[in-house]
């Protein structure tokens, strides 16, 4: 095989992997999603919680193994999930992951989650983590304006 194939043959590979990743981790994200709808649940009706567990993320992060960031990340969601429609579809859809959901939900204000969200689903958790807490959120406009 000559380079030039070789290079062509795994620039082919290379397209077949990305799909199926793409694919899988939508199906991951959507399920991270359906967690949040799961956790919001827990958060409104405070079910599960009790002896040695005294919170909905140590719930969470006992119930479904994920690291306590990630538990607090579903729960911080599922408070925010009224002011978060954008966010918490996209992440429903599989569009954008947990992580980039969760430092939407820690940095964004409400009435800048449909832009962060649509413009987050670019950058890559480093990106937002480095970018939205040192955003000058103005705020929203009053009525008088």
């Not at 689903?121 to 480095?130: E, F, G, N, P, S």
């Amino acid at each position: 095989m000559f380079p030039s194939e070789e290079l062509q043959a795994r620039a082919a590979r290379t397209v077949v992997v990305e799909a199926r990743i793409a694919e899988l981790q939508g199906i991951v994200n959507a399920a991270h999603g359906a967690l949040v709808e799961v956790a919001a649940e827990i958060v409104d009706d405070k079910l599960g919680l009790g002896s040695g567990v005294h919170t909905p993320a140590l719930y969470l992060a006992w119930k479904t193994g994920v690291t306590s960031a990630h538990a607090n990340d579903l729960v911080r969601l599922a408070k925010r999930r009224h002011e978060l429609p954008t966010c918490i579809r996209m992440l429903s859809e599989g569009t954008i992951s947990l992580d980039q959901a969760g430092v939407i939900a820690r940095h964004v204000p409400a009435h800048y989650e449909r832009e962060a969200t649509e413009v987050g689903r670019l950058m890559t958790v480093r990106q937002l983590r480095a970018a939205l807490p040192r955003f000058g959120w103005e705020p929203p406009p009053s009525d008088d304006d």
